[in-house]
């Protein structure tokens, strides 16, 4: 079982800026990729960032350029650095991980409890 923790979130000014972290234990023998999703009131979830094997990213159009998501295989460890936040921003963040327990099982997704983050002046 792998448990993903998400951190860093909070109540931030328009053009502001925070860092998510999300740390992820137990029974990991390879992270395949780790994600940012998001859910504001009233609307489906939806792709922020994903991060895959070999530092390959991938983007919503509504933060590329403002936001950047890396990875500390180490620490199998993932963030989101978030600048230039906007109102339209407010939202639960989730992350998410593709792991595999052991080599030749298959992959799991896993999903952490989210984090608040609030543009609000």
């Known amino acids: 079982q792998v448990q993903l923790v998400e951190s860093g979130g909070g109540l931030v000014e328009p053009g502001g800026s925070l860092r998510l972290s999300c740390a992820a234990s137990g029974t990991i023998f390879e992270i395949a990729t780790m994600g940012w999703w998001r859910q504001a009131p009233g609307k489906q979830r939806e792709k922020v960032a994903v991060i895959v094997t070999g530092n390959t990213t991938d983007y919503s159009d509504s933060v590329n350029g403002r936001f950047t998501i890396s990875r500390d295989n180490a620490k199998h460890t993932a963030y989101l650095q978030m600048n230039s936040l906007k109102y339209e921003d407010t939202a639960v963040y989730y992350c998410?991980?593709?792991?595999?327990?052991?080599?030749?099982?298959?992959?799991?997704?896993?999903w952490g409890q989210g984090s608040q983050v609030t543009v609000s002046s």
């Open positions: 998410n991980a593709v792991v595999r327990s052991y080599p030749g099982r298959d992959y799991v997704l896993y």
